[in-house]
């Protein structure tokens, strides 16, 4: 391989192929990893004939004075990885410049959720008797009982569900199926919905497009329908935060642990391929029975005031 940047801007196409054939990557993902290294490869000087670490590193630096934040740092480092990667193992190139380079430290995020009356809230809003209100309720029972991500939601067909068993069949990141669990209320609103949904494909006279949840065109949901579609009925619902499908994925999560799920089977029920991806829950759980315990207490923090009157 020539070992120039023009042979790497030569590759690069190669490697996108690569993403989605084989690790099959989403289209979404591909437009990412495709954007970042375009901006690498603008930033790049002409007189470099091979990227070197030195230029990962000044290219950082550069994205951080743009005003870019720590995680979107952190995602463009991650398309060069992978690109490079790519370049030493599938096109036999030794140098491997991004392969020691570090990004800017990430501050811990912990996932704002709901708590258990704030879903109840959520989910017992009266809902219309036609097809949106059928849809939105099943929309959001269906999140919230398989904790699904929201392309997961909007990617999922009619053949996947299998309400006498209560499961679903989803596709997750890298195109991995995985069953997710779907309890009586969730069966019980999509049971609602989906005569809806046929009734409305009969009036539109259109052809069926397989996924679960459609749009009043009879055609597919998008994610970002759904998106919306969470966001309006939290806000019906009088819910204090903005919350979104992956609101609602948090909340399912944590609510398992608070209740003794162990972690593993939660992390098989995310679809994550690391536990520590899943710990962060634990974190959530941990601050919630804190908050109870110093509540609830005698020597809690919020039990100082008081005396019960004896050593």
């Known amino acids: 391989m020539p070992q120039t940047k023009t042979g790497a801007i030569g590759y690069r196409e190669d490697f996108l192929q690569h993403l989605q054939e084989v690790r099959q990557a989403s289209p979404n993902t591909c437009r990412a990893y495709a954007r970042d290294l375009e901006d690498f490869f603008a930033w790049l000087p002409q007189t470099v004939l091979e990227p070197q670490r030195i230029h990962l590193r000044r290219f950082l630096v550069e994205l951080e004075e743009r005003g870019l934040k720590p995680r979107s740092i952190q995602r463009k480092l991650a398309s060069l990885r992978a ?138 949901l998008t994610s970002r329908s759904i998106f919306t579609t969470v966001l309006a009925q939290a806000r019906r619902a009088g819910l204090p935060s903005r919350l979104t499908p992956h609101g609602l994925r948090h909340s399912f999560a944590t609510h398992l642990l608070d209740r003794g799920a162990d972690l593993r089977t939660v992390q098989e029920l995310l679809g994550h391929k690391n536990l520590v991806t899943t710990e962060i829950y634990t974190q959530v759980s941990m601050r919630r029975l804190r908050e109870v315990y110093d509540k609830a207490h005698p020597h809690g923090e919020g039990q100082q005031g008081s005396s019960s009157g004896e050593d």
Do not use: H, M, W
């Open 83 to 220: 690109f490079f990667r790519y370049l030493r193992e599938q096109a036999g190139q030794a140098n491997d410049p991004a392969k020691l380079v570090r990004g800017p430290k990430l501050p811990k995020r912990v996932p704002r959720i709901l708590t258990e009356l704030q879903v109840d809230e959520l989910l017992s809003q009266s809902f219309a008797a036609d097809f949106f209100g059928l849809r939105n309720q099943a929309i959001l029972e269906f999140l919230y009982s398989t904790g699904c991500r929201v392309s997961e939601a909007a990617g999922t067909e009619l053949g996947d569900l299998d309400l006498d068993e209560g499961s679903v069949r989803v596709l997750g990141k890298g195109r991995k199926e995985r069953l997710c669990l779907l309890g009586s209320k969730a069966v019980a609103s999509l049971s609602a919905y989906l005569p809806a949904r046929k009734q409305l494909l009969k009036e539109k006279k259109r052809e069926d497009p397989g996924t679960v949840f459609i749009n009043r065109f009879a055609g597919s």
